[in-house]
């Protein structure tokens, strides 16, 4: 698996794409990636590669996979606790008695400010993401200048 990843980066970074459409692509994907969509992520991802057909399919499908199984909990409650802050509603903390009852209305009142908070979360990965890729796509493309010269 991680192989395959590994091989997935190595054809992107080789490809004749600009650095900044692969850049695009991967902080598309981690958006998507991030919001509580479960289930979707790639779906919608290969609905934004079809409305936004500058940015690199290949990274858009990869930044949708940062939302994996061990990754999932941590974006869950960081989408969670910053929806709990910028929301005037006093949702409760997460905590193992959160969960404990949990009923339909409780997973109404939790998804909520999860997702309020997720669509922040998102916006700061995919700007981050977008300024880290861009930075590693450039220099891997002028290194492999350098060596071709």
Same mark, same amino acid.
């Given at each position: 698996?991680?192989?395959?990843?590994?091989?997935?980066?190595?054809? #992107?970074?080789?490809?004749?794409? =600009?650095?900044?459409?692969?850049?695009?692509?991967?902080?598309?994907?981690?958006?998507?990636?991030?919001?509580?969509?479960?289930?979707?992520?790639?779906?919608? *991802?290969?609905?934004?590669?079809?409305?936004?057909?500058?940015?690199?399919?290949? =990274? #858009?499908?990869?930044? *949708?996979?940062?939302?994996?199984?061990?990754?999932?909990?941590?974006?869950?409650? =960081?989408?969670?606790?910053?929806?709990?802050?910028?929301?005037?509603?006093?949702?409760?903390?997460?905590?193992?008695?959160?969960?404990?009852?949990?009923?339909?209305?409780? #997973?109404?009142?939790?998804?909520?400010?999860?997702?309020?908070?997720?669509?922040?979360?998102?916006?700061?990965?995919?700007? *981050?993401?977008?300024? =880290?890729?861009?930075?590693?796509?450039?220099?891997?493309?002028?290194?492999?200048?350098?060596?071709?010269?």
């Amino acid at each position: 698996m991680l192989r395959k990843i590994k091989d997935t980066i190595k054809v #992107l970074l080789k490809s004749n794409t =600009a650095p900044k459409m692969i850049a695009l692509g991967i902080s598309l994907g981690v958006f998507i990636g991030v919001i509580p969509i479960y289930g979707l992520h790639s779906f919608l *991802a290969v609905i934004l590669a079809l409305v936004i057909p500058r940015a690199n399919k290949i =990274a #858009l499908l990869l930044g *949708a996979n940062i939302s994996l199984p061990p990754v999932i909990p941590f974006i869950t409650w =960081a989408g969670y606790e910053i929806g709990r802050l910028v929301l005037p509603k006093n949702y409760p903390p997460l905590n193992l008695e959160y969960f404990r009852n949990f009923s339909l209305q409780k #997973l109404c009142d939790f998804y909520f400010p999860l997702f309020i908070g997720s669509l922040i979360l998102a916006f700061i990965c995919a700007v *981050a993401f977008y300024f =880290a890729a861009l930075y590693l796509a450039e220099a891997l493309k002028e290194r492999r200048k350098c060596n071709e010269s």
